[in-house]
């Protein structure tokens, strides 16, 4: 699903280039996703995601891993039966496409930049 990630720049999915971060929940695109506290993911920012309850949860760090995830977080994913895996952006994009050709129910959240 996701064609290209230019590090701090931009993630093609389809003919569609996006300049901001973003979800895939159910093979739709959320674009220009905020978090409440920038680069410190909290569950209020993933409520969609969470209430989707996919099988697997990539979350895309950003070029250099700027964004945290903190254990509370994880916590929260895992509680509702949720596989968590938070890599660097580059590294979570090919990830996610993986775990879709396997043909897992699989949301994600990206950070593009930093």
């Known amino acids: ?68 995830v903190p254990e509370e977080v994880r916590s929260a994913i895992e509680n509702k039966g949720i596989e968590v895996i938070a890599e660097k952006t580059a590294d979570a994009t090919e990830i996610f496409n993986r775990l879709q050709a396997e043909g897992n129910d699989v949301a994600g959240a990206f950070h593009l930049t930093c």
């Open 1 to 68: 699903m996701i064609q290209q990630y230019r590090e701090g720049s931009f993630l093609k999915i389809g003919d569609i280039q996006y300049h901001s971060d973003l979800k895939i929940i159910d093979g739709q695109v959320t674009a220009q996703w905020w978090r409440k506290q920038g680069h410190r993911l909290q569950t209020e920012d993933i409520r969609d995601i969470l209430a989707a309850k996919p099988q697997i949860f990539v979350i895309g760090t950003g070029y250099a891993g700027n964004l945290r």
